[in-house]
C-alpha cells in the first residue's frame, strides 16, 4: 500500500524545479480564488458556519491532497454533501455533523485499503444524473430563506415548504435585490474573464463592497474563526454507540456520494491530464482527511471537478498545487477575516443557486429524454424524486434496484425460435433416417436459461407438441442456472411419457458443465449430446434412456 503510493511521489517530483515550483504556486493561488467563495457558501447550504467551509478546504488542501491518489485532485466541501447535511444538522445538531463527518471518512478509508474503488461504477449513470439534479433542487430551495430574507422550518424540502403557509412569506426587496445582482452578474459573466478571476469571488466583492459602502441592514456570514480549532469541534466524548446507529446510514450515503464525486472528478481530470488516478489510494486519502477535518469543526470534504479542473487548467505540476490552495485560504482566512465577516449571506446564496443550476447535467438529461431511453428516464426520475421527497440513501437504493432490474430484464432476454426438419434440403439417401425425421423439429434457443425466463422455456411444450422428435439448439445459450435446469428437466419428462425422442445439439462447456452438475446428461443419455443439429440428423440414434436424477436437482 505504501511502497506504490511512495514510489507514485518519486516518479512526481523527479525532475522537479523552481521553475515548476511557481507554476504549482500559481496554480494554487488561482484555485484558492475558486474555491473561497465556493467553501463559503457550501458551508451554509450545509446549515453550519461559513468558517467551517473555509477550514475544511484548508485541511483538505494540506491533507487530502498530499495523500492523493493524482497530483490534480483538489478537494473541499461540495453541494453533493450539502443536501444530506441539511437534514443531519437539523436533527443531531453540529455534533451530528461532526460525528456523520467523521464515519464517511472511516467507511472511505475501509474502502480504500480494501480496494474497493471499483464499487462505484455499479451505480447506472441515469442514477448519478438524478440524484445530482435532486441535490440542485434541494441546494437552490435550500437558500430561499437568505435569498428572500425570510424564514421556514422543517428539516426537508416538503416541510419547509408548507411552513411558509404558517410563518408567512414577506421577502425583504434589499435582500433580494443583492441576490438577484449576483445571479444575474454570474450568468453574463464572459467565459473567458472566468481564467482571470472566478465569477463567483468578484460578484461576493462587489455585493459585500455595495452593503457594506451603504450601510445596509442585511445578514452577513458573521465573524471567522482566528484559529483552526473553533470553539465548536468534534470530541472524542462524542463517539457514542448510539449516535452511531442512528447516523450510521447517513454516514454511509455521504460515504458513497462522496467516492462517486471524487471517482468521476478523477476520471475525468485523468483525461485531461493523460495521468491514471489511483482510485483506492485516493479513497485512504479521503478516508484520512475527513475522520480529520471534524476535529478541527470541519464538514466532509471531497475531490471537486470544478476546483481540479482550474488546477490543471493554471498548470499544476504536482500535489503541491493543493497545499498552496491550502495556504492561500489560511492566509486570507487570517488577513482577510474581518472583511470575509461582512459578506451578505443573499450574495452567497446567489452564488448557490447559480451552483445549483449548473450542477444539473444538461447534456445527460437532454439526451435521456431526446432518445426515449424508458428504463433510463425511469432511474433518473425515481432517483431525483426520491432525493427530494425521501433522502439521498433512499434514492441510491431505489435508483441502483431499479437499475438492477433493468439490467436482469435485459440479460435475461431468451429468443427461441422453430423450424420443422426437412430432410431434403440434406441430401440424405437414408431411408431409414428420412423417416425417423419426417416429424421432427428444431428449437434455437438463443440467450440465458435461468429463473427470469422459465415460463418461455415451459411454452417449448406448447410448440413442439405431436412432434415425434425434439431437436434443442442451444449454441446461443450463455447460461444455465438450477431453475433453467430443473424447468428443461420437466419437458424431457413429458417428451417421456409422450414418446418423444430428444437431443441437445451445439451446448457451450458452460451450459455443459451444469448439465453434468445437475444429472440431466444421464437423463438425456450422453450419446444424444452432439455438436451441431446437422450431425444429430445423420445419425441413427437409440431412443433415450429414462433415468431422472431428481437426488441431483435437490443437492444443487
Given at each position: 500500500?505504501?511502497?506504490?503510493?511512495?514510489?507514485?511521489?518519486?516518479?512526481?517530483?523527479?525532475?522537479?524545479?523552481?521553475?515548476?515550483?511557481?507554476?504549482?504556486?500559481?496554480?494554487?493561488?488561482?484555485?484558492?480564488?475558486?474555491?473561497?467563495?465556493?467553501?463559503?457558501?457550501?458551508?451554509?447550504?450545509?446549515?453550519?458556519?461559513?468558517?467551517?467551509?473555509?477550514?475544511?478546504?484548508?485541511?483538505?488542501?494540506?491533507?487530502?491532497?498530499?495523500?492523493?491518489?493524482?497530483?490534480?485532485?483538489?478537494?473541499?466541501?461540495?453541494?453533493?454533501?450539502?443536501?444530506?447535511?441539511?437534514?443531519v444538522g437539523a436533527r443531531y445538531g453540529i455534533q451530528g455533523v461532526f460525528m456523520v463527518t467523521f464515519l464517511a471518512g472511516f467507511w472511505r478509508l475501509l474502502a480504500g485499503i480494501f480496494r474497493l474503488?471499483?464499487?462505484?461504477?455499479?451505480?447506472?449513470?441515469?442514477?448519478?444524473?438524478?440524484?445530482?439534479?435532486?441535490?440542485?433542487?434541494?441546494?437552490?430551495?435550500?437558500?430561499?430563506?437568505?435569498?428572500?430574507?425570510?424564514?421556514?422550518?422543517?428539516?426537508?424540502?416538503?416541510?419547509?415548504?408548507?411552513?411558509?403557509?404558517r410563518l408567512g412569506f414577506s421577502p425583504e426587496v434589499t435582500v433580494v435585490c443583492i441576490g438577484l445582482f449576483v445571479i444575474v452578474f454570474m450568468m453574463c459573466f464572459p467565459a473567458k474573464w472566468s481564467?482571470?478571476?472566478?465569477?463567483?469571488?468578484?460578484?461576493?466583492?462587489?455585493?459585500?463592497?455595495?452593503?457594506?459602502?451603504?450601510?445596509?441592514?442585511?445578514?452577513?456570514?458573521?465573524?471567522?474563526?482566528?484559529?483552526?480549532?473553533?470553539?465548536?469541534?468534534?470530541?472524542?466524548?462524542?463517539?457514542?454507540?448510539?449516535?452511531?446507529?442512528?447516523?450510521?446510514?447517513?454516514?454511509?450515503?455521504?460515504?458513497?456520494?462522496?467516492?462517486?464525486?471524487?471517482?468521476?472528478?478523477?476520471?475525468?481530470?485523468?483525461?485531461?491530464?493523460?495521468?491514471?488516478?489511483?482510485?483506492?489510494?485516493?479513497?485512504?486519502?479521503?478516508?484520512?482527511?475527513?475522520?480529520?477535518?471534524?476535529?478541527?469543526?470541519?464538514?466532509?470534504?471531497?475531490?471537486?471537478?470544478?476546483?481540479?479542473?482550474?488546477?490543471?487548467?493554471?498548470?499544476?505540476?504536482?500535489?503541491?498545487?493543493?497545499?498552496?490552495?491550502?495556504?492561500?485560504?489560511?492566509?486570507?482566512?487570517?488577513?482577510?477575516?474581518?472583511?470575509?465577516?461582512?459578506?451578505?449571506?443573499?450574495?452567497?446564496?446567489?452564488?448557490?443557486?447559480?451552483?445549483?443550476?449548473?450542477?444539473?447535467?444538461?447534456?445527460?438529461?437532454?439526451?435521456?429524454?431526446?432518445?426515449?431511453?424508458?428504463?433510463?428516464?425511469?432511474?433518473?426520475?425515481?432517483?431525483?424524486?426520491?432525493?427530494?421527497?425521501?433522502?439521498?440513501?433512499?434514492?441510491?437504493?431505489?435508483?441502483?434496484?431499479?437499475?438492477?432490474?433493468?439490467?436482469?430484464?435485459?440479460?435475461?432476454?431468451?429468443?427461441?425460435?422453430?423450424?420443422?426438419?426437412?430432410?431434403?434440403?440434406?441430401?440424405?439417401?437414408?431411408?431409414?433416417?428420412?423417416?425417423?425425421?419426417?416429424?421432427?423439429?428444431?428449437?434455437?434457443?438463443?440467450?440465458?436459461?435461468?429463473?427470469?425466463?422459465?415460463?418461455?422455456?415451459?411454452?417449448?411444450?406448447?410448440?413442439?407438441?405431436?412432434?415425434?422428435?425434439?431437436?434443442?439448439?442451444?449454441?446461443?445459450?450463455?447460461?444455465?442456472?438450477?431453475?433453467?435446469?430443473?424447468?428443461?428437466?420437466?419437458?424431457?419428462?413429458?417428451?417421456?411419457?409422450?414418446?418423444?425422442?430428444?437431443?441437445?445439439?451445439?451446448?457451450?462447456?458452460?451450459?455443459?458443465?451444469?448439465?453434468?452438475?445437475?444429472?440431466?446428461?444421464?437423463?438425456?443419455?450422453?450419446?444424444?449430446?452432439?455438436?451441431?443439429?446437422?450431425?444429430?440428423?445423420?445419425?441413427?440414434?437409440?431412443?433415450?434412456?429414462?433415468?431422472?436424477?431428481?437426488?441431483?436437482?435437490?443437492?444443487?
Amino acid at each position: 500500500m505504501f511502497r506504490p503510493f511512495a514510489n507514485a511521489l518519486k516518479r512526481e517530483f523527479q525532475g522537479y524545479s523552481i521553475a515548476l515550483l511557481r507554476k504549482d504556486i500559481m496554480a494554487g493561488v488561482t484555485v484558492a480564488a475558486v474555491a473561497l467563495p465556493l467553501a463559503l457558501a457550501f458551508a451554509v447550504s450545509s446549515g453550519v458556519d461559513a468558517s467551517a467551509g473555509l477550514i475544511t478546504a484548508i485541511l483538505s488542501g494540506f491533507i487530502m491532497s498530499g495523500l492523493s491518489g493524482g497530483y490534480y485532485q483538489i478537494s473541499g466541501p461540495t453541494g453533493t454533501m450539502a443536501a444530506i447535511l441539511l437534514t443531519v444538522g437539523a436533527r443531531y445538531g453540529i455534533q451530528g455533523v461532526f460525528m456523520v463527518t467523521f464515519l464517511a471518512g472511516f467507511w472511505r478509508l475501509l474502502a480504500g485499503i480494501f480496494r474497493l474503488g471499483k464499487l462505484t461504477s455499479f451505480i447506472p449513470a441515469p442514477v448519478v444524473t438524478g440524484f445530482t439534479s435532486g441535490i440542485a433542487i434541494i441546494i437552490g430551495f435550500g437558500q430561499v430563506d437568505n435569498f428572500f430574507g425570510v424564514h421556514s422550518e422543517g428539516v426537508n424540502i416538503i416541510e419547509r415548504f408548507f411552513s411558509y403557509g404558517r410563518l408567512g412569506f414577506s421577502p425583504e426587496v434589499t435582500v433580494v435585490c443583492i441576490g438577484l445582482f449576483v445571479i444575474v452578474f454570474m450568468m453574463c459573466f464572459p467565459a473567458k474573464w472566468s481564467a482571470i478571476v472566478p465569477s463567483s469571488l468578484l460578484a461576493i466583492v462587489i455585493a459585500t463592497a455595495v452593503s457594506s459602502a451603504l450601510g445596509l441592514d442585511v445578514a452577513t456570514v458573521g465573524a471567522m474563526p482566528k484559529t483552526l480549532i473553533p470553539e465548536n469541534h468534534f470530541m472524542l466524548s462524542s463517539i457514542r454507540l448510539e449516535f452511531i446507529k442512528q447516523l450510521f446510514l447517513p454516514s454511509l450515503s455521504i460515504a458513497a456520494l462522496g467516492m462517486i464525486e471524487t471517482l468521476l472528478c478523477g476520471a475525468s481530470a485523468g483525461q485531461m491530464t493523460g495521468v491514471r488516478l489511483d482510485r483506492n489510494q485516493e479513497l485512504i486519502a479521503q478516508g484520512v482527511g475527513n475522520m480529520i477535518i471534524p476535529f478541527f469543526g470541519g464538514i466532509p470534504a471531497t475531490a471537486a471537478l470544478a476546483r481540479t479542473s482550474m488546477a490543471i487548467k493554471s498548470g499544476a505540476q504536482t500535489r503541491l498545487t493543493g497545499v498552496f490552495h491550502g495556504v492561500g485560504l489560511l492566509i486570507c482566512m487570517f488577513g482577510l477575516g474581518s472583511l470575509m465577516a461582512k459578506i451578505p449571506l443573499a450574495a452567497l446564496a446567489g452564488v448557490l443557486m447559480v451552483t445549483a443550476w449548473r450542477m444539473n447535467d444538461w447534456e445527460d438529461i437532454r439526451y435521456i429524454f431526446a432518445h426515449k431511453f424508458k428504463g433510463a428516464t425511469l432511474e433518473f426520475v425515481v432517483t431525483m424524486a426520491a432525493t427530494i421527497i425521501f433522502d439521498l440513501t433512499v434514492a441510491i437504493l431505489l435508483g441502483v434496484l431499479i437499475g438492477l432490474l433493468f439490467l436482469v430484464t435485459r440479460l435475461s432476454r431468451i429468443e427461441i425460435h422453430y423450424e420443422d426438419v426437412d430432410m431434403s434440403r440434406m441430401s440424405v439417401t437414408d431411408s431409414t433416417l428420412c423417416q425417423r425425421y419426417s416429424n421432427a423439429i428444431v428449437v434455437y434457443i438463443t440467450g440465458p436459461v435461468i429463473f427470469a425466463n422459465t415460463e418461455s422455456v415451459s411454452d417449448i411444450a406448447l410448440h413442439t407438441k405431436n412432434r415425434d422428435t425434439v431437436l434443442f439448439s442451444m449454441r446461443g445459450v450463455s447460461n444455465i442456472d438450477i431453475s433453467g435446469v430443473q424447468t428443461l428437466m420437466g419437458l424431457l419428462e413429458q417428451y417421456r411419457r409422450d414418446g418423444v425422442d430428444v437431443a441437445f445439439c451445439g451446448l457451450p462447456e458452460a451450459a455443459m458443465s451444469m448439465m453434468r452438475r445437475s444429472g440431466m446428461d444421464t437423463m438425456v443419455g450422453k450419446e444424444n449430446f452432439y455438436w451441431s443439429v446437422e450431425r444429430a440428423l445423420l445419425t441413427n440414434r437409440p431412443a433415450p434412456p429414462c433415468t431422472i436424477p431428481r437426488t441431483a436437482i435437490e443437492d444443487e
